[in-house]
C-alpha cells in the first residue's frame, strides 16, 4: 500500500465518522425522557408503599367490629400479595433503566421496549386490583350507611341491587379509563419521545 491508498483510506475513515456526532446527540436527547420515566417510577413505589401502609389502619380509623377486621385482613393480605409481586417487577425494571446507558441505537431499541412491555405490566397490576378498590369502596359505603340505618343483605330490594351493580360497573370502568390515562401521561409519552429518537436515527 502506497501514501495514496493510506491518504484515501484516511479520507474515507474521516467521511463515515461526520455523523457519529448527530446520532450521539440523539441519543443523549432520549436520556431526557428516560430521566423522567425514572423519576415518575421513584415516586410510584413511595406512593404505593404509603397507600399499603394507610390501607393497613383502615379498621382501627373506621373501628371495625372483630368479625368485619379478620374479612378485612384476609382481603388485604391477598392485596399486599399482588401488590409485592408487581412492585418487584417494576423494582428491577427500574433498576436496569437506572443501570442503562444509551451509547448505541441497540441500547435504545431494547430500552424502549423494555418500557413498552412495563407499561403493560403496569396495567396488569392496575387491573388486578381494581377488584379490590371495588370491594374497598362498596364495604366502606355500606359501613357507612349502617351506622344510620339497619341494613340486612337478604332484604335489601332488587332495586337496590341493580344500583349496586350498576356502581360496580362504573368504579371498574372509571378506575379502567383512569388506569389508561394514568399510564399514558407517566410514561407514554415519554416512551413516545423514545420511538421518535428511533425514527430519526433509522432513517440516517
Known amino acids: 500500500m502506497d501514501f495514496n491508498d493510506i491518504q484515501n483510506a484516511w479520507n474515507n475513515d474521516k467521511n463515515e465518522n461526520v455523523t457519529l456526532p448527530t446520532n450521539l446527540e440523539k441519543l443523549q436527547a432520549a436520556n431526557t425522557p428516560l430521566d423522567k420515566i425514572r423519576k415518575n417510577l421513584k415516586n410510584e413505589f413511595i406512593y404505593q408503599i404509603i397507600s399499603i401502609v394507610v390501607l393497613a389502619f383502615v379498621p382501627l380509623l373506621y373501628g371495625f367490629s372483630k368479625s368485619i377486621t379478620i374479612l378485612y385482613f384476609t382481603l388485604f393480605s391477598i392485596f399486599v400479595a399482588i401488590c409485592v409481586y408487581y412492585l418487584l417487577k417494576l423494582y428491577f425494571f427500574y433498576k436496569r433503566i437506572n443501570n442503562v ?3 448505541t441505537k441497540d441500547s435504545l431499541y431494547e430500552t424502549y421496549f423494555d418500557i413498552r412491555l412495563n407499561m403493560e405490566i403496569y396495567k396488569t397490576f392496575g387491573f388486578a386490583l381494581t ?3 371495588v370491594l374497598f369502596l362498596v364495604g366502606l ?3 357507612e350507611i349502617s351506622k344510620t340505618q339497619e341494613i340486612v343483605l ?6 337496590h341491587l341493580i344500583i349496586l351493580f350498576v ?6 370502568l372509571f378506575m379502567g379509563i383512569a388506569l389508561e390515562w394514568w399510564v399514558k401521561y407517566f410514561y407514554g409519552k415519554y416512551a413516545k419521545e423514545i420511538k421518535k429518537v428511533l425514527e ?4 440516517q
Do not use: G, R, T, V
Open 101 to 103: 446507558m444509551l451509547n
Open 131 to 133: 377488584p379490590f378498590l
Open 141 to 143: 359505603m355500606y359501613f
Open 154 to 159: 337478604n332484604n335489601l330490594q332488587n332495586s
Open 167 to 172: 356502581l360496580i360497573a362504573f368504579c371498574i
Open 200 to 203: 430519526e436515527l433509522k432513517e
